[in-house]
């Protein structure tokens, strides 16, 4: 998926619970399906083998499952599609997720059929999953490679991976990533108020271009 760009100002955004919700569709059906009794707001740590109390290898089969038969239960996050629409009016913007290759034609349908050219182009790195076993990609060493001056996704703790870079991280405020900021990140809004994130979001790019 790729659509022509002349936009100097180039932006990256995170996919799952950035721009549509994963964690709070994947315990509602986790729930139903194994019978857990997980909220929203006990999600409070990246590792959900803490949260579901399950082994690594259970949790990601599962998430891949919910991400490949169950995907139409992701909405989109308040605020992100208003959001896109008018950055998309000055900016080049690219969507850059752990998701693994194969995971692609189901992204892309969800991109399609809820935001339609709104991405010139969708970056895939691999992260852990069951599905398949191809190197592992950087998203800094994306951003760097497509200019990007800033990349907006809610895993702060990945910055010492863009040490060396002149990425900002912008990270939209979540239950899971509620400890301290590491240096040089920006929390954006607030999860209690659905939409602020992705207002303080706005905010900053429009003072910062």
């Not at 100097?8 to 139903?32: K, R």
């Not at 599609?81 to 008018?86: A, F, I, K, P």
Request: glycine share 4%; net charge negative.
């Amino acid at each position: 998926m790729q659509t022509q760009e002349t936009n100097p100002i180039v932006i990256a955004v995170d996919f799952d619970d950035v721009v549509f919700h994963l964690n709070e569709p994947f315990a509602q059906w986790h729930n139903v399906r194994h019978g857990t009794n997980i909220t929203y707001n006990d999600i409070t740590n990246f590792d959900l083998t803490l949260v579901y109390n399950i082994e690594l290898s259970t949790i990601i089969e599962r998430l891949d499952v919910f991400r490949t038969q169950h995907w139409q239960n992701m909405t989109i996050v308040p605020g992100a599609l208003e959001t896109l629409v008018y950055l998309k009016k000055f900016a080049s913007l690219h969507n850059i997720t752990a998701r693994c290759e194969s995971l692609r034609p189901v992204t892309e349908e969800m991109l399609r059929t809820h935001m339609p050219n709104i991405f010139t182009k969708l970056h895939l790195t691999n992260g852990v999953t069951s599905l398949n076993h191809n190197k592992k990609l950087s998203k800094v060493d994306i951003c760097n490679e497509i200019g990007a001056f800033v990349l907006i996704d809610d895993n702060p703790y990945q910055i010492n991976d863009f040490t060396n870079s002149n990425v900002t991280l912008l990270v939209p405020d979540r239950p899971w990533n509620q400890a301290q900021l590491p240096e040089g990140v920006i929390r954006c809004g607030s999860w209690k108020n659905p939409g602020t994130d992705w207002q303080d979001i706005l905010k900053w790019i429009n003072r910062n271009t």
